[in-house]
């Protein structure tokens, strides 16, 4: 069987996409799939034994002049890509209004969400067979239900497993530095950088507990994606004794780099799912966002979600002004932006790697 998927991006759910793979190719025999995906994030299918071809679109750049687009022969290699094939079935694993765009470009019968289900209603008009998929369960557990209905299998006895080899990340240079690092101090990953501002962990909280854990034997190291990043990732640095700044990694290097950490310590980014998904222990911190329906998924995951009133909002702008808080209280929580993340301190995020580390 010859399976199309459309889900082009984000990074967390392309990653959040691949259990769903894995529950595919064991429940059927010789199913493969070929991917339509950001050109960002075109490692990622690869990763994963069940896909056998990888289509990368532009859409992130076309959107800046979407004439000149349409009439470009990138878009018309893209187009016959598209319809080469006559696939058994195309998955709309998105629900946006583009994915479905692309499904109705390919060959062959395209499933997709219903009415209720999809992000956005327009792209069911592109379906050929349409499943409800509650709104109420976690993204990869959705994205597990679609397939599972369009393909026609049952998950009962199907664990979560996101299908990744862990052998195909590691290198010569990683396994020198295993054997270098034996017994040599434990390794922290600090993944501080995400797209909306609001859920940005504060820069001083990342200092505070950069110095905690090195005062406790850890090496702190930092990732970075753009470079606001790699400037946010050298403030931190700087403030912290032989903490790393990475150098710029592709994705494959990431998830390489990634499996080197004892605990990765995370803000809601796609990085974040990428070490779930490499059965990293991952602490998590959501201050806008809603951690049981986005937060990381799977093993030796814990999730710190901001509490106050107007927690998950998600809001890319912060509009609490401590409506429910007296003069103190408001004193306390405004002493870091945004406020919700004054719930989630420093020490709290120590107290739970000190437990991680005694498991």
């Not at 187009?79 to 062959?108: C, E, M, P, R, W």
């Amino acid at each position: 069987m010859h399976v199309l998927i459309v889900k082009v991006s984000s990074l967390g759910d392309v990653i959040h996409t691949l259990p769903a793979l894995t529950d595919a190719e064991r429940a059927i025999p010789n199913i493969k799939f070929d991917w339509v995906i950001e050109e960002a994030f075109a490692e990622i299918p690869v990763w994963h034994t069940a896909v056998n071809k990888v289509i990368p679109v532009a859409f992130r750049r076309w959107k800046k002049n979407i004439l000149k687009m349409i009439f470009s022969q990138e878009y018309r290699n893209f187009k016959g890509n598209l319809k080469n094939t006559k696939y058994d079935l195309i998955i709309d694993a998105q629900g946006l209004l583009k994915s479905g765009l692309i499904s109705s470009i390919a060959k062959g019968k395209v499933a997709g969400l219903d009415k209720n289900s999809a992000r956005e209603k327009v792209a069911i008009r592109f379906y050929d067979e349409r499943y409800a998929v509650s709104r109420q369960q976690h993204a990869v557990e959705r994205t597990r239900k679609l397939f599972a209905q369009a393909l026609g299998y049952n998950l009962n006895n199907l664990e979560l497993n996101y299908g990744l080899s862990l052998e195909q990340f590691s290198s010569k240079e990683d396994d020198i530095n295993d054997e270098t690092n034996i017994n040599t101090k434990k390794s922290l990953y600090f993944l501080h950088g995400t797209s909306w501002e609001t859920k940005l962990w504060p820069e001083q909280y990342w200092i505070e507990l950069g110095l905690t854990a090195v005062n406790n034997g850890y090496n702190i190291n930092l990732l970075w994606g753009d470079e606001r990043e790699q400037q946010r990732a050298q403030r931190i640095a700087k403030a912290i004794p032989n903490a790393t700044v990475m150098n710029r990694l592709s994705l494959t290097e990431i998830a390489s780099k990634l499996l080197q950490a004892d605990i990765v310590i995370a803000v809601d980014t796609g990085l974040a799912h990428l070490a779930a998904a490499l059965d990293r222990p991952t602490i998590a911190l959501y201050g806008p966002s809603d951690a049981e329906k986005t937060g990381t998924y799977g093993k030796n995951q814990i999730q710190l979600s901001a509490s106050l009133s107007c927690s998950p909002c998600l809001n890319k702008q912060c509009h609490y002004q401590g409506e429910d808080l007296n003069e103190s209280e408001k004193q306390e929580i405004f002493k870091v932006n945004p406020p919700c993340f004054a719930t989630i301190t420093p020490s709290k995020v120590w107290q739970n790697i000190s437990d991680v580390s005694t498991q």
